[in-house]
């Protein structure tokens, strides 16, 4: 029997609060054309150490064929916590778009919240926690979304609320699909990548030394895991959380396509990535060309200190 100690049971409800709401070595392209590319992958080293947690940024095209095209659409997965040099770094990369296309539900012309302010609802509460229990950063206190370049491309909160009412769904009852869908993969009913979380680990974590390293590590197991995440919310029939809001992206897609932007980033949380893949290719006729990693969470040991 399973206990409540088991890492999918305890931390679905954390997936949720880190990957959705928000290196060029072994890029994430696909074998054959019908694959969809890696988007967040957990590094390791040679001894298979954990080394570092990374999202992908995977540029779509036209392909080979049509390479006189100039249009690219480039898809930006996003852990919502992460070092403050992985925001940094995107920060820097998103000045090179004519449009950046994000993702937060609010009304279309909502100001984003000032760093620092006080988090609004459960998953805001549970994000600005985890950031302090890990030692890392905040997306919305760190990403600059005031250039003129950035567009909202996501549903108000009344939108989302008439989508999760016509679908039948709640916070709880997508708490409990993911929790059963990760429970049924670590029960062997699907494939298995993640440890247990046994009391010694639990202890270590609670008492021990480099708490959150250990915490991090942790964590960037179960992140890696996409596939129980887009079991959970993907598939035929989709979800508020994922399909919806997706849609709600790529109509902002198609507007910008027709003012004529040329470069544009879709910066949306990992777990939205493989249906935006799929919609991409399916609707825009777009290919994914080439792709480059990340680095979002250092899960190295700490340098020794020279005494």
């Given at each position: 029997?399973?206990?409540?100690?088991?890492?999918?049971?305890?931390?679905?409800?954390?997936?949720?609060?880190?990957?959705?709401?928000?290196?060029?070595?072994?890029?994430?392209?696909?074998?054959?054309?019908?694959?969809?590319?890696?988007?967040?992958?957990?590094?390791?080293?040679?001894?298979?150490?954990?080394?570092?947690?990374?999202?992908?940024?995977?540029?779509?095209?036209?392909?080979?064929?049509?390479?006189?095209?100039?249009?690219?659409?480039?898809?930006?997965?996003?852990?919502?916590?992460?070092?403050?040099?992985?925001?940094?770094?995107?920060?820097?990369?998103?000045?090179?778009?004519?449009?950046?296309?994000?993702?937060?539900?609010?009304?279309?012309?909502?100001?984003?919240?000032?760093?620092?302010?006080?988090?609004?609802?459960?998953?805001?509460?549970?994000?600005?926690?985890?950031?302090?229990?890990?030692?890392?950063?905040?997306?919305?206190?760190?990403?600059?979304?005031?250039?003129?370049?950035?567009?909202?491309?996501?549903l108000s909160p009344r939108q989302f609320s008439a989508a999760m009412q016509r679908r039948g769904e709640s916070w709880w009852t997508m708490f409990s699909k993911l929790m059963q869908e990760s429970m049924d993969r670590a029960n062997g009913e699907g494939k298995k990548n993640s440890p247990d979380l046994s009391l010694g680990d639990l202890f270590g974590i609670v008492f021990g030394s480099n708490r959150e390293l250990r915490m991090k590590r942790l964590l960037a197991e179960q992140f890696s895991d996409m596939e129980v995440l887009t079991t959970a919310f993907g598939g035929e029939d989709g979800s508020s959380l994922i399909t919806d809001r997706n849609t709600a992206a790529l109509s902002v897609l198609r507007q910008q396509l027709q003012k004529g932007s040329k470069s544009i980033a879709i910066f949306y949380g990992a777990a939205h990535m493989h249906d935006f893949d799929q919609r991409l290719r399916k609707d825009f006729n777009l290919e994914p060309t080439e792709a480059v990693w990340l680095e979002a969470w250092n899960l190295r040991d700490p340098t020794p200190q020279p005494k």
């Amino acid at each position: 029997m399973r206990t409540f100690l088991t890492p999918p049971s305890v931390l679905a409800y954390v997936a949720i609060a880190t990957i959705f709401s928000v290196s060029a070595a072994d890029p994430p392209l696909p074998s054959k054309p019908s694959e969809s590319p890696q988007f967040l992958r957990l590094h390791r080293n040679e001894d298979g150490g954990p080394v570092a947690l990374e999202t992908a940024v995977v540029r779509y095209g036209h392909g080979q064929n049509k390479s006189d095209q100039p249009t690219h659409v480039d898809l930006v997965a996003a852990v919502h916590i992460g070092e403050r040099e992985y925001f940094s770094t995107l920060n820097m990369l998103f000045r090179t778009y004519d449009a950046v296309l994000y993702e937060l539900v609010a009304p279309p012309n909502a100001r984003i919240p000032q760093a620092g302010g006080k988090p609004s609802g459960a998953i805001g509460t549970a994000q600005q926690g985890l950031t302090k229990l890990l030692g890392l950063q905040f997306q919305l206190d760190e990403i600059n979304y005031k250039p003129r370049n950035f567009v909202h491309a996501d549903l108000s909160p009344r939108q989302f609320s008439a989508a999760m009412q016509r679908r039948g769904e709640s916070w709880w009852t997508m708490f409990s699909k993911l929790m059963q869908e990760s429970m049924d993969r670590a029960n062997g009913e699907g494939k298995k990548n993640s440890p247990d979380l046994s009391l010694g680990d639990l202890f270590g974590i609670v008492f021990g030394s480099n708490r959150e390293l250990r915490m991090k590590r942790l964590l960037a197991e179960q992140f890696s895991d996409m596939e129980v995440l887009t079991t959970a919310f993907g598939g035929e029939d989709g979800s508020s959380l994922i399909t919806d809001r997706n849609t709600a992206a790529l109509s902002v897609l198609r507007q910008q396509l027709q003012k004529g932007s040329k470069s544009i980033a879709i910066f949306y949380g990992a777990a939205h990535m493989h249906d935006f893949d799929q919609r991409l290719r399916k609707d825009f006729n777009l290919e994914p060309t080439e792709a480059v990693w990340l680095e979002a969470w250092n899960l190295r040991d700490p340098t020794p200190q020279p005494k």
